[in-house]
């Protein structure tokens, strides 16, 4: 941290140092116990300066020969130092430049081996001050090769005293924020250190056979690490000691999502006893069998929902895996229960679609579907919510309307949310407390690697719907340079004409690789920061929806995106299922749950921009009927290598499993962890990917909670304090 010298000179009050010290998380002493180094400083060394690698952080140990305040460009102090290392001839004769900036100086600079330029661009007087000549300086550093020869800028210095030794302990260098120097951190740190309980809470026992070290030696270490540790292990984080506390932060995680799970299990709710009346008369009505894996799940689920305690199931399968019929069967437990069931989807699209596809399966089984958005008129809607409230109205489908204050049920048995990680915590939040005693599905088609579904999932039950139903012909996937547009034109052209319809879709506008459109509903459009995009990306649609109109005169060429008003955008919908429009420009509204089985092909532009999950999602979309399908990824040159490995996972995988590990090995688990948003504790220091880690966390989570509850309270009274709440969301 060059700056951290400059920043402690600042006067800090208590309250902003606390300040800053919250925003590194750090409240209390565990806290700080836990706030491990980014890495480390050797000061118990001191190298020669003609020793110095470029690049490479050393001390050293010099006299400052002068130092001024130059203009050039801007104000700043430079010094220029020397050791008794090198050729001392030029560097000494001082007298022959007229200061650093002077005349002769770059032709002693590049004779003398062993003089250093140090340069401050911001500095204190007492900085100044503390450069005089003859001054002997321990300095801290990275050389550059600078305009004026080999360069440290904003070098950690400290005068030295006659004195003084080198350190024993190699120099922690703490995650910071503007304004918190390392020195502050660092005493505040061992102030911590000193008086905190540093009591184990994993057993000898358990120690000894997970091979861990023990919590407070791994602590100590971490923060001051003796040199002859093994500095390698230490700073790649494979040492014992960070073993133990990605260990520790692992187990924590485990226990709080285990402990959420519990306290929601101890909460009644109405067990939905199954008659079997009307499952049955759906499946004997459905043109095809159940796949084995949605027999088990729907199994598994009419089993939790049985239970005079809430389910908390997650439903998870690929696209197309056929999650809608394990959700209707589910659903129809709850009403022959004598309950209600709702079902919410993200947008109201992927509602609509709910909505057609249940009222065609349950109206004749003589059940009334009942629909609920925001975009209803508002005559239609409190009808709909009178109903609701009488209780008059068994299954309601819709958006996040259906969590608003307004709406009350009457006696809600089962709540499903699809793709429920779309949704903000606030509306999960809202959801949680009107199903609060009702049984509760969430359903994702996001694919998730197993580890992370262990560690982000803990508190739910998974089902995994991992087969899909017979009879879909695999979607080729093709990657195209953009250079060859024409051709993919024309292919469209051709599969329109033999009575296929396309899907074309549009480019994300760049926003750190964010879709503008993904994460926002309509109806949040225009509240949200992010509206600047949405309607950067609105213009890049009807661009390229021009472009194809003319590219395609004899095909009709239709327009979908979330900036459309829902009525507008379902009769556009409407159209392409009745196939009145061949070639559908679209955002990514279309990412979930659309089916359009003759709809053949997809060519998504600049698919280096989407992430590999989207792309499978939006691949998902065709390959939906028998005929045989194609996605067409069209790529801009020049690819980068992360593009290039990323479009050929999609290209090499129709596996979403697969897909979405290969996306955590080149991405990290950043984007997975976005998916639940915040509310869950992020991990700092523990690699999820780390499946057998993981896996022992859980394991002794659960051995933990039953046998040794006062360790288990321990435990997370240090790793999470008081912010245990935030991760009930
Ligand atoms: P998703 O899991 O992506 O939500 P859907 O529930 O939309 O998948 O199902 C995709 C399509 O497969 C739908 O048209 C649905 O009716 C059909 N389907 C579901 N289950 C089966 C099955 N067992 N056999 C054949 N088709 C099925
Ligand atoms: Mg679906």
């Given at each position: ?348 699209i ?142 469209v052209?051709?599969?329109c004409?033999?009575?296929?319809q396309a899907y074309w879709v549009c ?34 649609a009807?661009?390229t929806f021009?472009?194809l ?6 095909l009709c060429v239709g327009l979908v995106h ?7 955008k379902?009769?556009v919908m409407a159209a392409f299922v009745?196939n009145e429009i061949d070639v559908l420009v679209a955002t990514?509204v279309i990412?979930?749950?659309v089916?359009v089985?003759n709809a053949?092909l997809m060519v ?17 979309r065709v ?107």
């Open positions: 941290m060059p700056c951290s010298s400059l920043a402690e000179k600042q006067p800090a009050s208590a309250n902003t140092l606390a300040a800053r010290l919250a925003r590194l998380g750090l409240r209390t002493d565990a806290d700080h116990v836990l706030h491990l180094p980014l890495r480390y400083e050797d000061e118990t060394r001191i190298t020669a300066l003609c020793d110095a690698q470029p690049g490479i952080a050393a001390q050293f140990e010099v006299e400052v020969i002068d130092s001024e305040i130059a203009y050039r460009p801007r104000r700043q102090l430079l010094a220029r130092v020397r050791d008794a290392s090198g050729d001392n001839k030029h560097a000494g004769s001082s007298q022959v430049l007229d200061g650093p900036l002077g005349g002769g100086r770059r032709e002693a600079v590049s004779a003398a081996g062993a003089v250093l330029f140090l340069r401050f661009l911001n500095f204190y007087p007492s900085q100044q001050k503390a450069l005089q000549a003859g001054a002997r300086l321990r300095i801290f550093g990275e050389v550059h090769t600078g305009y004026l020869g080999p360069e440290i800028i904003h070098p950690r210095f400290h005068v030295v005293a006659s004195d003084e030794t080198l350190p024993q302990r190699l120099t922690p260098v703490y995650p910071t924020t503007a304004g918190l120097g390392q020195a502050t951190l660092r005493r505040l740190i061992a102030r911590a250190l000193a008086r905190t309980d540093m009591s184990d809470t994993l057993s000898p026992a358990l120690r000894e056979r997970l091979q861990l070290p023990e919590f407070s030696d791994a602590i100590q270490q971490l923060h001051n690490p003796p040199p002859e540790i093994a500095q390698e292990a230490l700073e790649s984080r494979h040492h014992p000691a960070w073993r133990r506390v990605q260990f520790d932060e692992l187990l924590a995680q485990q226990l709080s999502l285990r402990r959420a799970y519990s306290a929601r299990r101890a909460r009644g709710a109405p067990p939905l006893v199954a008659t079997t009346v009307l499952s049955s008369a759906l499946l004997a009505s459905l043109p095809f069998r159940l796949t084995g894996a949605q027999q088990r799940a729907w199994t598994e689920i009419a089993n939790d929902l049985g239970q005079p305690h809430p389910m908390q199931r997650l439903l998870q399968g690929d696209v197309g895996s056929g999650k809608t019929v394990v959700a209707a069967l589910a659903m129809l437990q709850a009403v022959e229960a004598g309950h209600q069931a709702a079902l919410m989807a993200p947008t109201e992927l509602a609509e679609q709910h909505y057609r596809k249940l009222v065609t399966w349950l109206q004749p089984l003589g059940l009334d579907v009942a629909w609920l958005t925001g975009s209803l008129k508002k005559r239609e809607k409190e009808a709909v919510i009178a109903k609701v409230g009488a209780g008059e109205t068994a299954i309601v489908i819709g958006t996040h309307a259906l969590i608003e204050d307004k709406v009350e049920f009457s006696r809600l048995g089962l709540a499903i949310v699809d793709e429920q990680h779309r949704f903000g915590v606030r509306q999960r939040l809202a959801l949680k407390e009107k199903g609060l005693f009702a049984h509760q599905l969430a359903m994702s088609a996001t694919p998730i690697p197993r580890t992370l579904a262990m560690s982000y999932y803990a508190d739910l039950d998974v089902s995994v719907l991992d087969e899909l139903p017979p009879g879909r012909s695999p979607v080729t996937t093709k990657l195209v340079s953009e250079a060859r547009r024409d051709q993919i034109v024309a292919r052209h051709e599969a004409r033999a009575g296929r480019p994300l506008i760049e926003e750190n690789g964010v879709s503008a459109e993904a994460n926002v509903s309509v109806a949040n459009l225009k509240r949200s920061g992010r509206s600047q995009n949405a309607v950067l990306q609105l213009k890049t009807e661009e021009a472009r109109t003319a590219d395609l005169p004899d979330g900036r459309l008003k829902s009525d507008e379902a009769a009745r990514t990412e979930v749950g089916d089985p053949s998504i532009e600049h698919a280096e921009r989407f992430g590999l999950a989207q792309l499978h999602q939006l691949r998902g390959g939906r009927g028998t005929a045989q399908s194609a996605c067409i990824l069209l790529y801009a040159q020049p690819l980068g290598e992360l593009a290039r490995a990323r479009l050929k996972v999609v290209f090499e995988s129709t596996d979403g499993f697969e897909i979405a590990r290969e996306d955590l090995r080149l991405r990290g688990p950043g984007e997975f962890i976005g998916a639940r948003q915040s509310g869950l504790p992020l991990l700092r220091y523990a690699d999820l990917e780390d499946a057998a880690l993981v896996e022992q966390a859980r394991g002794v989570a659960e051995d933990m909670l039953r046998e040794e509850p006062q360790r288990a309270e321990a435990h997370l009274k240090r790793w999470l304090g008081g912010r245990e709440e935030l991760l009930k969301a």
